[in-house]
């Protein structure tokens, strides 16, 4: 296996908070579009394979693991306390570990196994912005990243693979789909999540759920399928067609104008918007969140 090797020239100068380009995009809702894209690029390393399987009601009630995911992982950047929310999602993470089938002991705050889920999570706002959005530009990709290296020093963990320059990004993201993914049960499931009888999410009637389950869910396994990066999809073993192609040129475009008439407080996911009203109304309340390296601990390095 090759070894990624990373550059040494860091954008330390790109803080999180309103001004931020996480901030602009992470709420927005078109991004629940391709959650099930994210999940299962995480899902294939087959440390997060193993932690679902054993640790997770992912199987039973993926609906309730997502929500309980989201939220906490939103509040970072939305609400006025990152550093507090960032020390939750990590800390949620520290019972899961164990030993493999190949008898190798895993644990979820690894971090490179940590940093593979955090990369997903920018990288999903740049794949938002391309499929359904206004694609972002090198620079606005640049910025991103640079983002992403402050928003991961809010974890306080080990910066040992962590980045912030883009080339890294790319030859990172490229290695990892490449020497590093797999295909395996987590993956076979999410693939075929719409004929499982899942529960219904938070808020929907269990009847109204049993009407609209198969066609909601079917639509967003084909989403993810459409919006999968080529290497993943071949590795999935995923079949993708040109009428698949020509119907999701469609269906974007679709998505693209509806967000763009829809009035403003409808394009962001609702935690997300209550942060930005927030800010408005009480903007002292929000600390611009600047950790560097050398206050940033490295206690969190399984």
């Not at 090797?5 to 629940?32: C, E, N, Q, Y």
């Not at 932690?51 to 970072?76: G, Y």
């Amino acid at each position: 296996m090759s070894k990624f090797v990373k550059s040494d020239d860091w954008d330390v100068s790109a803080p999180l908070g309103p001004k931020s380009l996480t901030w602009k995009h992470f709420g927005d809702i078109r991004s629940m579009m391709i959650l099930g894209r994210a999940g299962t690029l995480q899902n294939m390393h087959p440390v997060l394979d193993m932690a679902l399987r054993e640790h997770s009601n992912f199987f039973v009630d993926p609906m309730d693991r997502f929500d309980r995911s989201i939220k906490p992982i939103h509040a970072m950047i939305y609400e006025p306390r990152p550093a507090e929310s960032a020390a939750t999602v990590r800390d949620f993470h520290k019972p899961i570990k164990g030993v493999d089938e190949q008898g190798n002991r895993y644990h979820a705050l690894d971090p490179d196994v940590y940093w593979w889920t955090h990369v997903t999570f920018y990288e999903s706002i740049i794949a938002t912005q391309e499929f359904f959005g206004t694609p972002l530009t090198e620079a606005e990709q640049r910025q991103l990243v640079a983002e992403g290296l402050t928003w991961w020093r809010l974890y306080g963990m080990s910066e040992r693979p962590a980045f912030g320059d883009y080339e890294s990004y790319q030859r990172y993201w490229a290695h990892t789909l490449r020497e590093a993914l797999g295909s395996n049960s987590t993956t076979d499931f999410a693939a075929n999540i719409h004929r499982k009888q899942v529960p219904p999410p938070s808020g929907i009637p269990e009847p109204v759920w049993r009407l609209v389950r198969y066609p909601v869910m079917g639509i967003g396994v084909w989403i993810s399928n459409a919006t999968m990066p080529p290497e993943a999809r071949e590795i999935l073993g995923w079949k993708w067609t040109r009428l698949d192609q020509a119907a999701f040129e469609i269906f974007r475009r679709t998505v693209r104008t509806a967000w763009n008439i829809a009035p403003r407080r409808l394009r962001y996911l609702p935690d997300s918007w209550a942060g930005m009203q927030r800010y408005h109304t009480n903007p002292s309340a929000y600390e611009v969140p600047t950790p560097t390296p050398d206050k940033a601990t490295t206690q969190h390095t399984s």
